[in-house]
């Protein structure tokens, strides 16, 4: 099984869709590759030697796959992208720093709320980068909120107790900026706004774009290393998905 020129999307979730969905409408020649590595989700709380280990495997994996290019669509996985260019001979695209670069474009106040995974707040690589641009952070760590977007929670009364407890903070920070630190984010956008007043909302980006993979077939195959019924249902909001298994 090789998948020679696609181009790999990888989450420890169904989050990483969100970012998949921007890649197949601004490419719709590509053929992607969206990987889910929901045996292991969540990430965000799990060790830095836990995650790293995980992203070795899938990147050995994508390797032999022949895969053209890697976009961590995960804030968590993002945190290592210097470390896999380092280890492996492929293209990673992170979305951290694309995102560092749009919120810098859009904040005026320089006062931005970060909501995040426990680990990426923990990593304070958004706030080392935003502060360069002479931005204030804010982080909420929203580990979670997590679960609630992959058992496809998300419009129970347990999901508004927990964003209750993650962001009633939120209004008070004065940001003019929030950023959905996290893939998995943007599925719970409605309910967050609820939180975040006359603020923008700003997504994660990433800065990836083809090379010679532009004149291919539009294909996007879906993989998950966890149960692939539990994965189509988390991922309804994103009905082309359809899922197989991938053991490794
Ligand atoms: N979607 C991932 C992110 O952007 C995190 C979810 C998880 O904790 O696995 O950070």
């Known amino acids: 099984m090789l998948f020679d020129g696609f181009v790999a999307v990888v989450d420890s979730g169904v989050g990483g869709l969100t970012i998949l969905n921007n890649l197949q409408t601004e490419f719709p020649r590509c053929d992607f590759l969206y990987l889910a590595d929901s045996s292991h989700c969540p990430y965000g709380t799990k060790t830095a030697t836990e995650i790293k280990s995980r992203l070795r ?4 994996w994508l390797t032999l796959q022949r895969v053209s290019a ?34 810098a474009a859009t904040t005026v106040t320089k006062c931005v709320a970060l909501l995040a995974t426990d680990f990426t707040v923990g990593s304070k690589i958004y706030s080392k980068r935003l502060v360069q641009f002479g931005i204030e ?22 999901c508004d107790f927990a ?4 962001l009633r903070d939120l209004p008070n920070v004065n940001a003019d900026t929030v950023i959905l630190g996290c893939t998995h984010f943007p599925i719970l956008k409605n309910k967050i706004m609820q939180y975040t007043g006359k603020a923008q909302i700003v997504q994660c980006v990433t800065d990836y774009s083809p090379q ?35 053991n490794i």
Do not use: W
Not at 96 to 102: A, G, M, Q
Not at 145 to 157: D, Y
């Open 57 to 60: 495997v899938i990147a050995e």
């Open 70 to 103: 890697v976009v961590l669509a995960c804030n968590t996985a993002s945190v290592f992208a210097e470390d896999l260019r380092r280890e492996f001979d492929m293209p990673f695209y992170d979305v951290i720093v694309p995102t560092c670069k749009l919120v």
């Open 163 to 166: 964003l209750q407890k993650a």
């Open 212 to 246: 010679k993979e532009l004149r291919r077939f539009g294909e996007t195959i879906f993989f998950t290393t966890g149960d692939v019924a539990a994965t189509e249902k988390a991922s309804k909001f994103f009905p082309e998905a359809h899922f197989a298994h991938l």
């Open 137 to 158: 952070t804010v982080s909420f760590a929203c580990s979670s909120l997590v679960p609630f977007v992959e058992n496809n929670a998300v419009k129970t009364s347990e």
